[in-house]
């Protein structure tokens, strides 16, 4: 690696999120000189798929005209302006965007996905202090659920990888069971496992309903613990149990809204509206950091009053940020002025077809798709089992590959022979 070069010089001064950074010695990080549509282009031009969307962030591919126009004309406007006594009309008509949207109101920004869960959480807590009942102050999550990485986003993540270094520090949440579909046992479909998961979330909450503040879940998409998909009808139950027992619903939409699964928000599919929703990722584009949470007016009628300790007081500098909320409403017009969702499911149709030789693949487990997400469990065993590929170039000589330059077998020589 040439010390000069741009990765050299990011690994002597930049801390990588989420990556053991004594493995760059080997794998330097991919400079990103520029990026157009679906592509990132290196500094020597080379381009690459970008496949994961940038954390999920990017939408309509980089640089989009609409989303780029937006920002522009705006930067000639307003760039910034705290939201502490001042508003802007951006922001108002992100808020006022949102709530038609998702039936609820006053929507609060924070500026990623872990802001805003830690926004929802406060806000739920805070919200049966305020009305009397201060000791409905834990929360509940799913096994395997994932909403963030920040000290309060951590109790109610379930992922020991992100969690057990900051134990100490962590007020963890009660965990109840996954509606995972891949947990059903013989003779049972999906939705039956909703219901048995359902069943046990009733018996928590039977007990503790009354130290119970919120359950926050990944409407059917529970993405950071292996894309794990589960039947709508576990909302459906959820949203009842909360409604029986006085407990919030959070839908942590962060990751799944914006139309990846079909809807444009995941919870939409099981006709509930939950009490909370957390945004972020997709809201912009992928252009600007901003996350926004909404709430019903109950919740926010609970903090109207004079007394200062009775608002609710979070907040960060760039709360509501004008050139972020012009991007997300530049996105949002995307949706309105091409119907998005339906050119995806057509879209979702061609890849349905496109990955059937995958799907069909000896080692695959646990094919599944949602909306415009696909996931595959892989066979741990398989992979060893049958004889590896030497690393040659093709022709491949390993024993059972065949000649023919088709997809399998290019996909052989980057890990075992069919």
Known sequence: MNPSSLAARSLRSVWHPCTQMQLHEEAPPLAIARAQGVWLYDEGGQRYLDGISSWWVNLFGHGHPHIKAALVDQLDQLDHVMLAGFTHAPVVELSERLGALTGLGHAFYGSDGASATEIALKMSAHYWRNTGRPEKCGFIGLAGGYHGETVGALGVTDIALFRTAYAPLIRLAATVPSPDARAALPGETAADVARRAAQALQQWLEHHHAQTAALILEPLVQC???????????????????????????????????????????????????????????????????????????????????????????????????????????????????????????????????????????????????????????????????????????????????????????????????
């Not at 007081?313 to 997300?328: F, K, M, V």
């Not at 696909?374 to 992979?383: E, S």
């Open 224 to 418: 950071a613990s292996g894309m794990a998909l589960y039947d709508p009808e576990y909302l459906r139950l959820a949203r009842a149990l909360c409604d029986r027992y006085a407990v919030h619903l959070i839908a942590d939409e962060i990751a799944v809204g914006f139309g990846r699964t079909g809807t444009l928000f995941a919870h939409q599919q099981a006709g509930i509206r939950p009490d909370f929703i957390c945004l972020s990722k997709g809201l912009t584009g992928g252009t600007l950091p901003l996350s926004a949470v909404l709430t019903t007016d109950a919740v926010y009628a609970a903090f109207y009053d004079v007394d200062v300790a009775r608002g609710f007081l979070h907040s960060h500098s760039y709360t509501g940020n004008p050139l972020a909320c012009r991007a997300a409403l530049a996105t949002l017009e995307l949706f309105e002025q091409s119907d998005v969702l339906a050119d995806n499911a057509r879209t979702a149709l061609q890849l349905d077809q496109a990955f059937a030789p995958l799907t069909q693949h000896p080692a695959i487990r646990n094919a599944r798709r949602i909306g415009m997400l696909w996931a595959w469990d892989v066979d741990p065993t398989y992979i060893h089992a049958p004889p590896l590929c030497p690393p040659l170039r093709p022709p491949c000589a390993g024993a059972g590959c065949a000649a023919a330059p088709d997809w399998q077998h290019n996909l052989c020589h980057a890990a075992v022979c069919h």
